[in-house]
């Protein structure tokens, strides 16, 4: 015995009333896949800028602890942590702490960008003496 097949009867115009139902679809698929690399490129770009700004507020720490090292050995005339908020200013960042021990000098610098606080510090001074 062979099972009944049902018979499957196609209206005269049912296939294109099914397609007049999907018109818009892919319309409707664009616009959500557009929405979301939007979304997607609104939450990066601020990441990789504020990753920007931090690697140039490590450079104008770097010069700030550098300058006020100068300072407190001699080579510049002047206080360490007023030359290094002096060059800090030049960068845009901002002195937080300025620490001098003897002729080494620790900087702690820091700016604001879209509303987030970044800090970082530097250290520096002359090499260390003695063989290693």
């Known amino acids: 015995m062979r099972a009944a097949v049902p ?3 196609m209206r005269p115009g049912h296939l294109e009333q099914r397609m007049r139902a999907e018109r818009g679809a892919g319309t ?8 979301t ?11 990789y800028w504020a990753l920007s700004v931090r690697h140039a507020l490590a450079g104008a720490a ?8 100068d300072t407190a050995s001699g080579l510049v005339a002047g206080y360490p942590c007023a030359n290094a908020q002096l060059l800090a200013h030049v960068n845009d ?30 250290t520096a001074g002359p090499p260390p003496t003695g063989a290693n």
């Open 7 to 9: 018979r499957v009867t």
């Open 28 to 35: 409707i698929l664009m616009i959500g896949l557009i929405a």
């Open 37 to 47: 690399v939007i979304a997607l490129t609104a939450l990066v770009v601020p990441l």
């Open 62 to 69: 770097d010069a700030a602890a550098l300058a006020a090292a």
């Open 93 to 122: 960042a901002h002195i937080e702490e300025c620490t001098v021990d003897g002729r080494i000098v620790t900087v702690t610098a820091s700016r604001r960008i879209l509303g987030i606080l970044v800090t970082t510090s530097a």
